[in-house]
Each structure stands twice: as C-alpha cells, then as structure tokens.
Nanobody, 124 residues
Framework: QVQLVESGGGLVQAGGSLRLSCAAS????????MGWFRQAPGKEREFVAG????????DYVDSVKGRFTISKDNAKATLYLQMNALKPEDTAVYYC?????????????????WGQGTQVTVST
C-alpha cells in the first residue's frame, strides 16, 4: 500500500507560479513511477506529467511543456510539480498517483494509488 497526500494548491493570478508536493508513505517510494493528473469541472481527468522510478525519464502533456517541471526526491519520498506561467485553463483539481511500472504511463488505469487531490485555481 502507498498513501499519497498532495499539498501546495491555491489561488494564483495568470502568469504566476505554484509548486505542488505529494508526500508518499507506506512502501519504498523509489519502486514507483509517479504521475500528476488533473480534472477540471465537467471534464475528464487528464495526464499532466510523469516521472520514472529513478527520476530520470519524464513525460509531459503538450499543453504544459516548457511551463511545468516534475521531479522526484526518493530520499524524502516526495513528488513535486513546479508550475510556472500558469494559465486560467490550468485550473483543476490536481492528483498525484503511484504506479508499479518503471516508466510513468499516461493512462490512469496504470496507477494503483491516488492522493485526495489539491485545488489549483488560476484567475485572469
């Protein structure tokens, strides 16, 4: 079992930055590829970013490339998402998720463990 707790969400103006954190507990964090997903009201959940077990291989959805950075500190068992140049369309509940795979996948079904989510709201 893996327990995940997100933090760092909030209200920010367009162009601003936020850093989301996801603290993991329950098993060896380094065994998990990790992902960030988001879900806006009335929309389906979408993949945002993923990182491999070792933190070397990353993947981003096109809409956040160059603005968001995912990172993984295995010693602290914490996943991060640095979000810069935020846009109103980034407004959503953001979830971190853990997978037993080596490399992060874009499909939510690949992830067995999920956090409770943290709200990010970007105003104009």
């Amino acid at each position: 079992q893996v327990q995940l707790v997100e933090s760092g969400g909030g209200l920010v103006q367009a162009g601003g930055s936020l850093r989301l954190s996801c603290a993991a507990s329950g098993r060896t964090f380094s065994r998990n590829a990790m992902g960030w997903f988001r879900q806006a009201p009335g929309k389906e959940r979408e993949f945002v970013a993923g990182i491999s077990r070792g933190g070397v291989v990353t993947d981003y959805v096109d809409s956040v490339k160059g603005r968001f950075t995912i990172s993984k500190d295995n010693a602290k068992a914490t996943l991060y998402l640095q979000m810069n140049a935020l846009k109103p369309e980034d407004t959503a509940v953001y979830y971190c998720a853990a997978s037993d795979a080596v490399v992060a996948r874009r499909t939510g079904d690949e992830y067995a463990y999920w956090g409770q989510g943290t709200q990010v709201t970007v105003s104009t």
